[in-house]
């Protein structure tokens, strides 16, 4: 981190300047949005407007803007220099008073729950943004969906509001010397040099508010960045006892790690007797630090301004909270959260936001999480389906962590639903085939194919469960008892689940045949009126139908549906609902034990016999005389069957592999002109 | 849609720079011959077969069709048109499947380990689980006669017809060897 410019003499800042606080800017390549951005606090200074956010970026326009009348806060330095993606801000608890601090659990728990609440609200209102955004990029976080955190204004105001009234506070228990106008001109150039500074080197995170009856304040956010993931643990005590700080030998430890922490917010307010004579007013605020350790950090910083006093100074503040702040607690390797339940230090300018476990650990999480998904958006990735390469913000996540490109889902989804292969419909990583969220099918197949999906969905579903029918009169899905039994609870229509005819208790079911003759019979009523008729020849083709199907298939135990086997062996699996069966016995079945324990034979006898037909009879007589003959003959050379030697004929022609071969010299024989004749051997020799 | 001609070229180029020989059957990129060696180990070792595969229009979300072209003998591939059951092929496709992964694992492994139990070859199947031996014997001799690498590219039905009618021939006269059988 370069300081260069820290100890900038009150001078003008001229053009010159400015260019040599932009090269000691971190990070690199945005230099035109950051001209810009100090040209307009200028104007916007000099105006000293109370307007809100000129329409500078395009995501952040839609901001819910609250209007506290003390100060509005520069909306536009809010915005990101990258278009499209948000700065995430973290969320406080609103802590009215740091002292009142109930120990009971309960209360605790009542405090979590409002904290959950004003998640929620959030959520509510992030979603509401969400979709008057253009991007349709919705990802699905750890804990199902909602939009992706953007700050949320109605909560940064309070906690705003709580420091800077803390400020205030600050300000108003003291006496300022009286300076000379010379002097106060001196200090305020050094203030206006050092914001333009610590603006050009924070960007992002650095925030000014509105004067305050002159003053200059603003607010910083510290990252503490480290390279590698943090490790964080806390002891999760089961009761919280303020008099004898014991840790007893029960007690769990959670331990995670994450790569991203909520920032320091350090927020300052320059009294005109700054940096001559005395130091800012400011007021450290950590989400997850308790209130001990931010004091232990105010009078770090504190002796950081003893040492130089006259010197600006909160340059080295930032520097020494950003670096050194975890290892001034001896947090190096891991932190450690807590403890909790104790007193207030009482120390006016730390504020913290850690309540208990149960809320620090969510918020740490969720907040290292929105941060990796920030990243995740803005930079680029290669689909894994169709190699094309887009922003993050493209990408759809799912709950299995796998993502990939908005269109090669929408694609994927598209054909399953139309070709009604539903069930296939997973996760596209090959080992993982996860579920995918019906929310998520619902935005990317659009209401209609939705639709289709749901109720793909529902028949499938219905059919695995045996024992749900369809209630014959109104179709709906009744549940049947083990008598077969089933009552509508639509329109209590009481019937029997195989015939789906009335109950009839104690009779079987009349069968499809009987019913058929009866309702062929009735044909030729005349009573019968057209309509009436007309339903039952219906009827009556179905019942054909069905005794035709059946002829060459069989059912699906689980589903039902009719499954004719064309060829191959009797172990079945139903393509609608996934089902094994046994095709000979119907039987619902696992692997192939059902064929092994003598029950059903796994290839159909005709198949076997099929089979030994297509071999060539002439192997068969082959084989039939080398088993017999064991006399004379050899093995072959090339697949080692014993061959019969016939009729005295050297030459042997291999049953099982066809191998031409002599019996005499048991070679392999390629033209037996050549291998038999006077030369070679003889192919008649008896024996 | 751009796109799906970008993961078809992928892939394409991705199983050329595997070493394959590929030969494109026109310019669509739809069709193409591609030759495959027997996996190691397997009484296929050695054998070439010429394989075409065929990728359908909503190829990566659908699979692609695999044929041999010449004659195979494997309880999974149908003898005479040299279509194959492979359950990755037609029940678990993924997009994210590519064609080096069809013949860098699929088919090995097909080859390697039939499965009798849903075979397309019932002769094959049943020979492969009576005498193991045997049926290994027979995948040799397949492969000798029709797997050869010169085979490959040479039409395979004229072949075919000469050897059944040699042996025929043989049937009928003891004394006369016949010509040409073994090296046609």
Known sequence: MDGGNKQEPSSTATSKQQSAMRKTRRGGGKQNHRCLQIEETRTLNNLESSSTSPPQSQSQSHEPTTSAPSFVRRRHKWASRNPGAHVVKPRFVKKSELGCFNEQVGSLNEQVGSLNEQVESFSVVEREIGQQEKKRTVVIGDSGEHAEVSESGKGEEDDDDDAVSRLEELELGVEEPELSEEQLRINDQAQEDELLAMESIFGDNFFVFERQRGLRSFQIHIHIESPGEIAISTKLNSSIDLKTARSSSDDFSYSFTVQHLPPIMLTCLLPKSYPSHRPPYFTISVQWLDSIKISNLCSMLDSLWMDQQGQEVIYQWVEWLQSSSLSHFGFDKEIMLGPYGIRDAGDRRALTGSVSPDADIPFLQSYNNDRLHENFRNSLHECCICFSEYAGAEFIRLPCMHFFCWKCMKTYSDMHVKESTIIKLKCPDTKCRGMIPPGLLKRLLGDEEFERWESLMLVKTLESMSDIVSCPRCKTPCLADEDDHAQCSKCFFSFCKLCRERRHVGITCMTPEVKLRILQERQNYSQLDDDQKRREREIINDILSVKEILRDAKQCPSCNMAISRTEGCNKMVCENCGQYFCYRCEKGIEGYDHFRNGECELFPQETVQNWEAQMNPRQILGQIQADQAAVNGQLCPNCRQFNAKLNNNNHMFCWACQHHFCYLCKETVKRSSQHYGPKGCKQHTPG | ?184
């Open chain 2, 1 to 184: 849609m751009s796109s799906p001609s970008k993961r078809r070229e992928m892939d394409l180029m991705k199983l050329m720079m595997s070493d394959y020989k590929v030969e494109m059957i026109n310019d669509g990129m739809q069709e193409f011959f591609v030759d495959f060696n027997g996996p190691k180990e397997s009484p296929y070792q050695g054998g070439v077969w010429r394989i075409r595969v065929e990728l359908p229009d909503a190829y990566p979300y659908k699979s692609p069709s695999i044929g041999f072209i010449n004659k195979i003998y494997h309880p999974n591939v149908d003898e005479m048109s040299g279509s194959v059951c492979l359950d990755v092929i037609n029940q678990t496709w993924s997009p994210m499947f590519d064609l080096v992964n069809v013949f860098e694992v699929f088919l090995p492994q097909l080859l390697l380990y039939p499965n009798p139990s849903d075979p397309l070859n019932g002769e094959a199947a049943a020979l492969m689980m009576r005498d193991r031996t045997a049926y290994e014997q027979r995948v040799k001799e397949f492969c000798e006669k029709y797997a050869k690498p010169e085979d490959i590219g040479a039409g395979q039905e004229e072949k075919s017809s000469d050897e059944e009618l040699s042996e025929d021939e043989y049937a009928s006269s003891d004394d006369e060897g016949v010509a040409g059988q073994a090296d046609p």
